[in-house]
């Protein structure tokens, strides 16, 4: 029998936090922040955007999360700087997870899990957001390779946005909400999983308290919306109750706002790391 490849994905992900605290912080490079930042919208700013990030940011924080679209704007020159990112911030100890939200036919969701799980993939990054709208079981080839290969998935449960609640509040046919069944989907995939299992949700920090009941799910929760999107690190708690050692929140803007110097993003994500931890750990 060959040797894992690595740990699995649940693990690695726990004793990341453990080392570095509960925080994700995403790598958005929007035209709005390079303004800021005074670069301009070309392949070098970019570079020179995410880089600063890479290097203020992947020796501190537990997770990186790069937004793929903000570099596919730019084809190839843009997916060349998300490879370079993906690889350093590695190099300097963070997870990555990717932000591209895949789901499609099972047999092209397998191409999709070859680009960014494979071991030998340009893009391969430690986690990737897919979007169960082909149903659930369609994920079925992600979850599989990031299993095999020590990575994970976090699928879109209930999403951040105002406009997520119409669908996904919706009543599946289980008679649960679309949101409960997939947190319960990846609660199945997870099932005796130690520390937890490789399959992630996503539900917005944004989202009604007691919307959804994460007890079984035995998986991380990434919960974005903190800062730019109104959600602050108080109401994690009113949304997550027991499941708050579970959760990694995620923000972007509220962080990169602070470049473009070093040590103003560092202090800027020590800020919202710490204000995490005191909540989970009084
Ligand atoms: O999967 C995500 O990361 C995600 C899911 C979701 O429900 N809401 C959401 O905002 N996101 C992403 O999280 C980031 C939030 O960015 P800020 O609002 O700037 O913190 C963006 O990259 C979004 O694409």
Not at 72 to 93: F, M
Not at 219 to 247: C, D, K, M, Y
Request: proline residues 7%.
């Amino acid at each position: 029998m060959t040797a894992p490849l690595r740990a699995p994905f649940g693990q690695r992900l726990t004793d990341v936090v453990r080392a570095r605290g509960p925080l994700c912080v995403g790598i958005d490079p929007h035209p709005s922040l390079l303004l800021a930042w005074d670069l301009d919208e070309s392949p070098a700013s970019l570079e020179r955007f995410a880089m600063t990030a890479v290097e203020a940011l992947a020796g501190e924080v537990a997770v990186l999360k790069p937004q793929s679209a903000f570099f596919e704007v730019y084809g190839s020159a843009g997916i060349a700087v998300l490879e370079k990112v993906i690889r350093e911030a590695q190099q300097a100890g963070a997870l990555v997870l990717l932000d591209v939200k895949r789901g499609d036919i099972g047999s092209t969701m397998t191409a999709y899990a070859m680009a960014y799980l494979d071991e030998h993939a340009p893009l391969a990054a430690d986690a990737i957001t897919v979007s169960p709208y082909l149903g659930y079981g369609s994920l079925a080839p992600a979850i599989g390779m990031a299993e095999q290969t020590g990575r994970g998935v976090f699928v879109l449960a209930r999403t951040s946005n105002p406009e997520g609640a119409g669908l996904q509040q919706s009543i599946h046919g289980s008679g649960d909400s679309v949101a409960q069944y997939i947190v319960d989907s990846a609660a199945e995939t997870n099932l005796d999983a130690t520390p937890m299992g490789h399959v992630g949700v996503v539900a917005g920090a944004t989202i009604r308290p007691g919307d959804l009941d994460f007890s079984r799910l035995n998986g991380p929760i990434l919960a974005p919306g903190l800062g730019a999107q109104g959600a602050t690190v108080r109401t994690l708690r009113e949304v997550f109750g027991e499941s708050l050692p579970n959760v990694l929140p995620t923000t972007s803007r509220d962080i990169l706002r602070h470049g473009p110097t070093p040590d103003a993003l560092r202090a800027a994500a020590h800020r919202v790391r710490d204000e995490v931890s005191e909540l989970l750990h009084g």
